[in-house]
């Protein structure tokens, strides 16, 4: 998401976050205070303490997660691929340092190794420090942190995974984007055969033409792929979308009830109907799909 992130004090204490997208539209979400700001090579590292929406933690000038509805989006980057794959033993984390994504694969106990490879480890110990309740993950003896480019890893590492989530999308962000036709097809190669990706591709309502863009270029490396649809209150646009994508198509219907059963009572946004919901798209979304 292009936002601009613009902290305005208005007069006497108040600190208003202004979250835009391309500097004309977005949220204001009003702020108690900063908690830290602090640079890494990469990015500025920021995070703030809101009236509604409890901790931000703000990247790049971007927010990237808060408190309030971080579960919305880590729970739909993780379970619909996880329970589309038949016993997923050996999930890669591309970006994601902010241990999100990593907590909702760990509920999976079919899952043997975890690994997580974030460029920035400053970006992990701020989750450390500022929202536990997101870095417990990196505890877990199923749990390997790679600090390093998501690109050079895949690149080098000749494993192949049963589920390979990109959460590294942080357009206008100070790190090289992964957004690219090469990275798609590095994320293909180094999938199992019978294997699931996830690609955050934004807001469809906001960012359409990248979204169109993004469903192609995935789509060109893998048989099938499709999107699903979430809502995030605390996105400018207030939606979010992952494509899901596979080498072989049935696995994109695939839902595994027993391992549902397993999870189902430690996800607060995700259940069986949002499973499914989250694939039907409205008219003007599906209408970007079409060639
Ligand atoms: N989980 C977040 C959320 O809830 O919106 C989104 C992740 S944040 C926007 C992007 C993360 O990916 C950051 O921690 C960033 O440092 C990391 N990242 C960006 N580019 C990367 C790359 N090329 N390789 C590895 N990590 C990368």
């Not at 208003?16 to 977005?26: F, H």
């Not at 895949?154 to 790190?175: F, K």
């Not at 549902?260 to 970007?288: D, R």
């Amino acid at each position: 998401m292009n936002n601009e992130m613009n902290y305005q004090n208005s007069e006497g204490t108040s600190l208003w976050l202004e979250n835009l997208i391309d500097g004309t539209a977005g949220m204001r979400i009003k702020a108690r205070h900063a908690v830290t700001c602090s640079a890494s090579p990469f990015q500025k590292i920021e995070v703030f303490d809101t009236y509604s929406f409890g901790r931000i933690l703000v990247l790049g000038g971007n927010p990237v997660l808060t408190e309030k509805d971080e579960c919305i989006y880590h729970e739909m980057i993780s379970h619909p691929a996880m329970l589309m794959h038949t016993v997923p033993e050996k999930v890669c984390i591309i970006g994601g340092g902010d241990g999100g994504c990593l907590r909702e694969v760990l509920k999976h106990e079919c899952v043997k190794k975890a690994t997580v490879v974030e460029i920035d480890h400053q970006v992990k110990d701020a989750v450390e420090t500022y929202f536990p309740d997101l870095a417990h993950g990196f505890a877990d003896p199923r749990t390997e942190v790679i600090i390093r480019d998501g690109f050079e890893f895949l690149n080098s590492a000749g494993t192949r995974w049963d589920i390979i989530i990109v959460d590294s999308y942080d357009p206008g962000g100070p790190v090289q984007s992964l957004e690219t036709a090469s990275f798609y097809s590095l994320v293909a190669d180094r999938l199992e055969k019978n294997g699931v990706a996830v690609f955050q591709t934004d807001s469809p309502m906001q960012r359409g033409e990248f979204f169109r863009q993004a469903a192609r270029n995935i789509g060109a490396y893998f048989t099938a792929c499709k999107p699903c649809l979430c809502m995030m209150p605390s996105f400018p646009g207030g939606t979010c979308s992952f494509m899901v994508a596979a080498k072989e198509e049935p696995l994109l219907a695939g839902f595994s009830p027993e391992r549902y059963a397993l999870i189902e009572k430690k996800c607060k946004y995700y259940n069986k109907a949002v499973h499914s919901g989250a694939f039907m798209l409205p008219e003007n979304i599906a209408t970007l799909l079409k060639p």
